[in-house]
């Protein structure tokens, strides 16, 4: 029996939130994305294994990693930092090595990366888990992005100085939304599902729309030459 081909692709924005994984699902035609609602999963394993699966997702999360401690920036982070420039650099966080995701908590891992702050430490559960369950055949489909990366690239690489947890902040990226992406403004203003915040909606079509990218073969990477870690998994952040 011959499966028919489906007349359009499956793409994801991903990112975290306080209940656990927030995804924006599209469906792409030509170019057009037509977004359809935002829902959350407590696992990211549970994102990874969705049915229908998804054919270009980008990720609110670290993919390649370095081996024991050596500070809290990557090649990639570095570059992204200044890409983003003043003040949206601080946005794009430190990330632990693999040896300190062998910790079970922020706190632990502290002990190792003497760099990491209190919001590091929060935050060191979801990196963890991104650092169990993304495995190299994940990178077939999933790339590691970061919304203040996408939301420079949507505003022609030019740097915002706004933040997003701010009005003005969250007006300049709904406009950015509203003309790189029509209709998918409507979804994102729409109340957030329970245990995600409004401004994660805006990150996570940053996050879609370089899904579509990525769809299309259009993404480029930090650093412009990415390195393989002892994982198999190429280290980068892309828009």
Not at 55 to 75: V, Y
Not at 190 to 197: E, F, L, Q
Request: charged share 25%; proline share 8%; aromatic share 10%.
């Amino acid at each position: 029996m011959v499966v028919k081909k489906l007349p359009y692709k499956n793409l994801a924005g991903i990112t975290t939130c306080p209940g656990g994984w927030l995804v924006l699902p599209g469906r792409m035609a030509g170019i057009t994305i037509s977004a359809e609602e935002a829902f959350v999963v407590k696992n990211l394993f549970d994102v990874l294994d969705y049915r229908p699966s998804f054919e270009a997702a980008a990720i609110n999360a670290p993919m390649g990693l370095k081996d024991f401690p050596d500070g809290p920036w990557r090649a990639c982070d570095v570059d992204a930092r200044q890409y983003v420039g003043w003040p949206r650099a601080v946005a794009i966080y430190g990330v632990p090595s693999r040896e300190s995701f062998e910790e079970t908590t922020g706190m632990a891992a502290a002990r190792r990366e003497k760099w990491m702050n209190g919001a590091d430490k929060r935050r060191f559960k979801w990196m963890r888990e991104a650092a169990h369950e993304l495995q190299p055949y994940h990178a077939r489909r999933f790339v590691p992005a970061h919304p203040d990366v996408s939301f420079t690239a949507m505003n022609g690489d030019e740097k915002l100085k706004t933040s997003p947890w701010h009005e003005d902040g969250r007006h300049e990226r709904l406009q950015l939304i509203k003309s790189q992406l029509p209709g998918v403004d409507d979804v994102v203003t729409r109340t957030p599902p329970k245990g995600a915040h409004p401004k994660m909606l805006l990150d996570a079509a940053a996050m879609l729309w370089t899904a579509r990218r990525q769809s299309g073969r259009a993404i480029s990477r930090f650093p412009l030459d990415p390195t393989w870690d002892t994982e198999g998994m190429r280290t980068e952040l892309v828009r």
